[in-house]
T-cell receptor, first 116, second 112 residues
Framework: DAGVIQSPRHEVTEMGQEVTLRCKPI?????LFWYRQTMMRGLELLIY????????DSGMPEDRFSAKMPNASFSTLKIQPSEPRDSAVYFC??????????????FGPGTRLTVL | GQNIDQPTEMTATEGAIVQINCTYQ??????LFWYQQHAGEAPTFLSY????GLEEKGRFSSFLSRSKGYSYLLLKELQMKDSASYLC?????????????FGTGTKLQVIP
């Protein structure tokens, strides 16, 4: 299996621009997670989906952030408009419905976002 | 809310043993994970504890005490490649599902 795939790997944009991050989870996994990681706040859960349905979006910082999962093999995280404080590494992760290790999450390589 | 505490940084010598502690205060508990994250890379799964006691996997072991809200990750025979951040994460029930909250991680530096 190719693992979780994220694109782009790096994104540099200017304040006010729209940013779209993409994720392809591992085939057969029922859960998909979006995280943001910064030095100050560590790894923060933004939103997660179960079978393409958003379950908990309480971590989404504000209305500028939105996430969709139109099918089992694709999800997007959109920031509109972007701000410098959104600069971080954004990880997508997926996990199977049942695993002997408590729904272990498999992380993608991340997207490093820089907003100037 | 959920609160997970880990030391920010640790340094240890190649070949030695190091113990990374994690304490947590959470509303509910359904298991504790340890993940390893090398600089510039994604976190990768190391261990999962749901019952009290020690789980051993090669050079790595993880311990859990649910009554004390405490876990540690023990790394033996340290190698230079073990230099990484180690993230403690707690799984709690949330609205019929399970939610995992991560600590801010412990950055371990292994020196010769």
């Amino acid at each position: 299996d190719a693992g979780v795939i994220q694109s782009p790997r790096h994104e540099v944009t200017e304040m006010g621009q729209e940013v779209t991050l993409r994720c392809k989870p591992i085939s057969g996994h029922d859960y998909l997670f979006w995280y943001r990681q910064t030095m100050m706040r560590g790894l923060e859960l933004l939103i997660y989906f179960n079978n393409n349905v958003p379950i908990d979006d309480s971590g989404m910082p504000e209305d500028r952030f939105s996430a969709k999962m139109p099918n089992a093999s694709f999800s997007t995280l959109k920031i509109q408009p972007s701000e410098p404080r959104d600069s971080a590494v954004y990880f997508c992760a997926s996990s199977p419905r049942d695993s002997p290790d408590g729904d272990t999450q498999y992380f993608g390589p991340g997207t490093r976002l820089t907003v100037l | 809310g959920q609160n997970i505490d880990q030391p920010t940084e640790m340094t240890a010598t190649e070949g030695a043993i190091v113990q990374i502690n994690c304490t947590y205060q959470t509303s509910g508990f359904n298991g504790l994970f340890w993940y390893q994250q090398h600089a510039g890379e994604a976190p990768t799964f190391l261990s999962y504890n749901v019952l009290d006691g020690l789980e051993e996997k090669g050079r790595f072991s993880s311990f859990l005490s649910r009554s004390k809200g405490y876990s540690y990750l023990l790394l033996k025979e340290l190698q230079m490649k073990d230099s990484a951040s180690y993230l403690c994460a707690v799984r709690v029930p949330s609205g019929g599902y399970q939610k995992v909250t991560f600590g801010t991680g412990t950055k371990l530096q292994v020196i010769p």
